[in-house]
Structures are given as structure tokens and as C-alpha cells.
């Protein structure tokens, strides 16, 4: 077990190579750099509606036009293939394919997939597919969205769309498939607290349901595709959200609650597929006590019937994890009186404040907090496959400069290299987030991820690699970390994000 490091100083780095064939990867979605919301018979997202109403994003920005790569995924191409990464994971709109959300596909929207993962290919590129990253269609979300379990909504549209994609001939490019991405944010941040699309407030029922709906889709459609494209050698999984959490001391009462932060964040969507086939039982039973106090004539928490459950374990070739930031753990028992998922946990949160800062409020860069995350999923599903889908950290200024970029990647893949050669971890590839800047939420352009930069006063939207994406060219050509080798390493760490350029 990794001892817990807060306040943590660096180690020194580990040198050494990762396993032959380790997947290196660049991240994007949909939304985030489409734009193009609504050309060639593309229909609205959730989220092209929610930026349109007041307040909701930071300066008004959208995903309209974005870093147009509708349009430009040439140059995201040539960019993925300069950097040298070996795989691109990409999100496919839902809208832009099936723009009823079920029934006939949008051929156009197709086109466009079938020509970006074509240039891929060619380029020696393997696509990573992610299925829903949170552009959910409109038109479904009128009929309830993921709360509505009922034919054409949620439940049934994730094996839709990959029995639709296989019929045009594209899933058996495609290796590396997700279904969804982080049920857990757009479950809590989208129909709890309503700050992401669709901006539901429903505190303490809502995400749980939208939570249980998003399994079951999960599940049907891996069962959809082993069915429909066995021998194949596709993967299919699923990323989730991830924090390492740090006791905030040793008391039993810390230790406990830690591991009920972990079971109430990831367990809550890794549990039922990768244990047992049903919800961690912690969550089982404090959601039912709190429930019952609460006088709700059943739990807010829902219950899979034995078929869900048997569809559901197993149900993954792999774990994906996206993964940025940790959070230092206590107990407090939650307020009964107050219905909220938050409440429901009896943790407080923090962070610690040696740690360092970011362009985000959300994010303080724990490199080891990577290596002890990377354990606990070990320790807790036993050694399977990992990919790490995202790992990244964001600025304002958007300096090509980025050496605080460098200070986070350097030592978080350090971490990574750790946790497979000193812990025998199983991770199977790393994706950074992200390959350029893009709309980034709720707050617009104006925290950057990208290891590269994107002008958005500029109609062609005109990109720049930025030092980080040197710097992971090197780790990439490398596969890992050499003595000798990488000028980078000399680079002072700046861990601290001063805002300045
Ligand atoms: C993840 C999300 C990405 C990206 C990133 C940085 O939760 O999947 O879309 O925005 O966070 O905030």
C-alpha cells in the first residue's frame, strides 16, 4: 500500500521504459471541438441548448464554432501524428449521427467520423472511440433524457448507436471503444446541481437514476457489441472520474470515510461492472438510512433487477480512468435533513494547501496521488487493464511556454511508470487531455488543457504546438523515461501556476 503523501515533495524520477506496444494518446470530444452544431443535418445537443441560456457560461461563450474541427480535423490529424502520439481519442456527437436521437443515421455525420478515423489509420494513428461525451440529443431530453429508462430514451440509444455504426461499417476500424464518459459528472454535475447541461436541480435523486440509466445503457451495449462483433479484437470500456483521496489524518474514522469518498465516486460506477454487478454496499446502505430518515418509501438509491446485474458484471474489457487532481478526506456525518448525494457521503472535503495551483479552481496538481489511485484500483477490482483516458491540467494565461504543463505530465507519467514497474500495475495506455485548447464547460475558452494552443480570434482557428507537446513527443518517442535523453528533464519544475506569461 502507498503511504499517504500530504503534504507531498517530489520524488526523484523513476528512469525506465514502458511495456512494448503502451498505447500514448492525445485527448479531445465532440462538443468541445466540433463546432459545426448545426451543419449537415445535425440536430441540437443538450449542450448546444444549455449554452444559449443566460449565465450559464462564462463570458456567453459556445461550442458554435469551437476549435472547428468539423471542418479543420486535418490539421488535428497532422498535429496528433507530429507529437507522435500512437492513438487519438475522440468523442462522436450523438446528435450529428443520429440526429432523432434513435432510427435513421445522418450519412453525413458518418462521413465525417469515417474520414477522420480513414486519416487516422493512414497516419498509423489508432482511434479511440468514446460514445457519449455528455452532447447528449435534445430531442431526447425532451421525452425525460437518462431519467426515462424507457424505449426510444437513454437506455436503449448507447447499443443503438454501435449497431448503427456497425452498419456502416466503421466499428471494425475502430478498436478501442468507450461507452461513456464520466457518468459520475454528467450524473451529479447535470442532474443534481444543475450546472452542466441540462441544468437539472433535483439534490439527492436525480444523479442516482440518471446514474442507474447510464449503467444498464452501459452494460446493453457491451453486451450489443461482443454479440455482434465477436472475434473482432475490439475492446470496449468505459472512463470514469477518478480522485486519489488522503485521509486528512490516521484516525479510523478518517481512514473509513476516505474509502467511502472512493466508493461513493468511482465504486458508485465501477462497483457494479467490475465486482459484483450491483452498487458498493456502503452506498447500499447509508443511501437506504438516510432515505428512510428522510421518509422516502424506498431508497433514492435504485435497485438492478438479478438479469441487470448479471448483464452488468463483467461487462468491460478494461477500466478507463480520468484522472486530475486529489482530495484530502474527513468524516462528518451529513446533514439527514438535507436530501443531496453530498450529504449522503458523510465525508468533508479538502485539498491540501501546500499542493499546487492550476488555471482551474477544481485542480491542484498530486503526481503521486496518480500512482496511489492506479494501487487503489488494483487493490480494490484486482489487476486489470488500465488506460488512463485523461490526465492534464489547465492555465488561463495559455502561454506557449507552459513549463507548469511540463511539471504536471512529467511527474504524473512518472507515477504511471512507478505504478507499473515497482507496483506491477496493469496500465495499458495514457491519453493526455488535451491535444489543444477547447470550450471547456461551464467556463468557456478561458481554462485552457491543451498541449497545444488554438487562437479563437482567428477564423481559421490557426494551432500551435506549445512546449508540453515537445515534451510529450520525447516521453512518446522515448517510451519512457531514458537517463540520457530528454532534454526536458532539466527543466525546472514550476509547479506553481502564476497566471503570468
Ligand atoms: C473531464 C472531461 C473533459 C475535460 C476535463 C477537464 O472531466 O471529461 O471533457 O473537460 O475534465 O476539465
Given at each position: 500500500?502507498?503511504?499517504?503523501?500530504?503534504?507531498?515533495?517530489?520524488?526523484?524520477?523513476?528512469?525506465g521504459?514502458?511495456?512494448?506496444?503502451?498505447?500514448w494518446?492525445?485527448?479531445?470530444?465532440?462538443?468541445?471541438?466540433?463546432?459545426?452544431?448545426?451543419?449537415?443535418?445535425?440536430?441540437e445537443?443538450?449542450?448546444?441548448?444549455?449554452?444559449?441560456?443566460?449565465?450559464?457560461?462564462?463570458?456567453?461563450?459556445?461550442?458554435?464554432?469551437?476549435?472547428?474541427?468539423?471542418?479543420?480535423?486535418?490539421e488535428?490529424?497532422?498535429?496528433?501524428?507530429?507529437?507522435?502520439?500512437?492513438?487519438?481519442?475522440?468523442?462522436?456527437s450523438?446528435?450529428r449521427?443520429?440526429?432523432?436521437?434513435?432510427?435513421?443515421?445522418?450519412q453525413?455525420?458518418?462521413?465525417?467520423?469515417n474520414?477522420?478515423?480513414?486519416?487516422?489509420?493512414?497516419?498509423?494513428?489508432?482511434?479511440m472511440?468514446?460514445?457519449?461525451?455528455?452532447?447528449?440529443?435534445?430531442?431526447?431530453?425532451?421525452?425525460?433524457?437518462?431519467?426515462n429508462?424507457?424505449?426510444?430514451?437513454?437506455?436503449?440509444?448507447?447499443?443503438?448507436r454501435?449497431?448503427?455504426?456497425?452498419?456502416?461499417?466503421?466499428?471494425?476500424?475502430?478498436?478501442?471503444?468507450?461507452?461513456?464518459?464520466?457518468?459520475?459528472?454528467?450524473a451529479?454535475?447535470?442532474?443534481?446541481?444543475?450546472?452542466f447541461?441540462?441544468g437539472?436541480?433535483?439534490?439527492?435523486?436525480?444523479?442516482?437514476?440518471?446514474g442507474?440509466?447510464?449503467?444498464?445503457?452501459?452494460?446493453?451495449?457491451y453486451?450489443k457489441?461482443?454479440?455482434?462483433?465477436k472475434?473482432?479484437?475490439?475492446?470496449?470500456?468505459?472512463?470514469?472520474?477518478?480522485?486519489?483521496?488522503?485521509?486528512?489524518?490516521?484516525?479510523?474514522?478518517?481512514?473509513?470515510?476516505?474509502?467511502r469518498?472512493?466508493?461513493?465516486?468511482?465504486?458508485?460506477?465501477?462497483?457494479?461492472?467490475?465486482k459484483?454487478?450491483?452498487?458498493?454496499?456502503?452506498m447500499?446502505?447509508?443511501?437506504?438510512?438516510k432515505?428512510?430518515?428522510q421518509?422516502f418509501p424506498?431508497s433514492?438509491?435504485?435497485?438492478?433487477?438479478?438479469?441487470?446485474?448479471?448483464?452488468?458484471?463483467?461487462?468491460?474489457?478494461?477500466?478507463?480512468l480520468?484522472?486530475?487532481?486529489?482530495?484530502?478526506?474527513?468524516?462528518?456525518?451529513?446533514?439527514?435533513?438535507?436530501?443531496?448525494?453530498?450529504?449522503?457521503?458523510?465525508?468533508?472535503?479538502?485539498?491540501?494547501p501546500?499542493?499546487?495551483?492550476?488555471?482551474?479552481?477544481?485542480?491542484?496538481?498530486?503526481p503521486?496521488?496518480?500512482?496511489?489511485?492506479?494501487?487503489?484500483?488494483?487493490?480494490?477490482?484486482?489487476?486489470?487493464?488500465?488506460?488512463?483516458?485523461?490526465?492534464?491540467?489547465?492555465?488561463?494565461?495559455?502561454?506557449?511556454?507552459?513549463?507548469?504543463?511540463i511539471?504536471?505530465?512529467?511527474?504524473?507519467?512518472?507515477?504511471?511508470?512507478?505504478?507499473?514497474?515497482?507496483?506491477?500495475?496493469?496500465?495499458?495506455?495514457?491519453?493526455?487531455?488535451?491535444l489543444?485548447?477547447?470550450?471547456?464547460?461551464?467556463?468557456?475558452?478561458?481554462?485552457?488543457?491543451?498541449?497545444?494552443?488554438?487562437?479563437?480570434?482567428?477564423?481559421?482557428?490557426?494551432r500551435?504546438?506549445?512546449?508540453?507537446?515537445?515534451?510529450?513527443?520525447r516521453?512518446?518517442?522515448?517510451?519512457?523515461?531514458?537517463?540520457?535523453?530528454?532534454?526536458?528533464?532539466?527543466?525546472?519544475?514550476?509547479?506553481?501556476?502564476?497566471?503570468?506569461?
Amino acid at each position: 500500500m502507498i503511504k499517504s503523501v500530504r503534504p507531498y515533495q517530489d520524488e526523484p524520477l523513476t528512469y525506465g521504459k514502458f511495456p512494448d506496444g503502451f498505447a500514448w494518446g492525445l485527448a479531445t470530444s465532440s462538443y468541445q471541438i466540433e463546432g459545426a452544431w448545426n451543419e449537415d443535418g445535425k440536430k441540437e445537443s443538450i449542450w448546444d441548448r444549455f449554452v444559449r441560456v443566460e449565465g450559464k457560461i462564462k463570458g456567453g461563450d459556445t461550442g458554435d464554432i469551437a476549435c472547428d474541427s468539423y471542418h479543420r480535423w486535418e490539421e488535428d490529424v497532422a498535429l496528433v501524428k507530429e507529437i507522435g502520439a500512437t492513438h487519438y481519442r475522440f468523442s462522436i456527437s450523438w446528435p450529428r449521427i443520429l440526429p432523432e436521437g434513435i432510427g435513421a443515421v445522418n450519412q453525413l455525420g458518418v462521413d465525417y467520423y469515417n474520414r477522420l478515423i480513414d486519416a487516422l489509420l493512414e497516419a498509423g494513428i489508432q482511434p479511440m472511440a468514446t460514445l457519449y461525451h455528455w452532447d447528449f440529443p435534445q430531442c431526447l431530453e425532451d421525452k425525460g433524457g437518462w431519467l426515462n429508462d424507457d424505449v426510444p430514451n437513454g437506455l436503449k440509444n448507447t447499443p443503438q448507436r454501435v449497431l448503427q455504426l456497425s452498419e456502416i461499417g466503421n466499428t471494425v476500424k475502430v478498436k478501442l471503444w468507450i461507452t461513456l464518459n464520466e457518468p459520475y459528472i454528467a450524473a451529479l454535475v447535470g442532474y443534481e446541481k444543475g450546472i452542466f447541461a441540462p441544468g437539472i436541480q433535483d439534490p439527492g435523486k436525480s444523479a442516482y437514476i440518471c446514474g442507474h440509466n447510464m449503467l444498464k445503457a452501459h452494460a446493453k451495449a457491451y453486451r450489443k457489441y461482443k454479440q455482434d462483433f465477436k472475434g473482432q479484437e475490439g475492446k470496449l470500456g468505459i472512463s470514469f472520474f477518478t480522485e486519489a483521496a488522503f485521509p486528512a489524518s490516521d484516525s479510523e474514522d478518517d481512514v473509513k470515510a476516505t474509502n467511502r469518498y472512493m466508493q461513493f465516486t468511482l465504486g458508485w460506477f465501477a462497483h457494479p461492472i467490475f465486482k459484483d454487478g450491483n452498487y458498493p454496499q456502503i452506498m447500499i446502505d447509508q443511501i437506504g438510512e438516510k432515505s428512510k430518515l428522510q421518509g422516502f418509501p424506498q431508497s433514492r438509491l435504485p435497485i438492478f433487477t438479478r438479469e441487470e446485474r448479471k448483464q452488468l458484471l463483467g461487462s468491460s474489457d478494461f477500466i478507463g480512468l480520468n484522472h486530475y487532481t486529489s482530495k484530502v478526506v474527513s468524516h462528518a456525518v451529513g446533514n439527514h435533513e438535507v436530501v443531496s448525494c453530498a450529504e449522503d457521503r458523510d465525508v468533508k472535503l479538502d485539498y491540501d494547501p501546500t499542493w499546487p495551483n492550476s488555471g482551474s479552481v477544481w485542480l491542484r496538481p498530486v503526481p503521486p496521488g496518480m500512482r496511489m489511485l492506479l494501487n487503489w484500483v488494483k487493490d480494490e477490482y484486482g489487476n486489470l487493464p488500465v488506460y488512463i483516458t485523461e490526465n492534464g491540467v489547465s492555465d488561463t494565461a495559455g502561454n506557449l511556454d507552459d513549463l507548469h504543463r511540463i511539471y504536471y505530465y512529467k511527474h504524473f507519467i512518472n507515477n504511471v511508470l512507478k505504478a507499473i514497474t515497482l507496483d506491477g500495475c496493469k496500465v495499458e495506455g495514457y491519453y493526455a487531455w488535451s491535444l489543444m485548447d477547447s470550450f471547456e464547460w461551464t467556463v468557456g475558452y478561458s481554462e485552457k488543457f491543451g498541449v497545444c494552443a488554438v487562437d479563437f480570434a482567428d477564423k481559421n482557428r490557426r494551432r500551435t504546438m506549445k512546449s508540453s507537446a515537445r515534451f510529450l513527443r520525447r516521453i512518446f518517442a522515448d517510451n519512457g523515461f531514458l537517463k540520457d535523453g530528454n532534454p526536458w528533464y532539466d527543466v525546472p519544475d514550476a509547479k506553481h501556476y502564476t497566471g503570468q506569461r
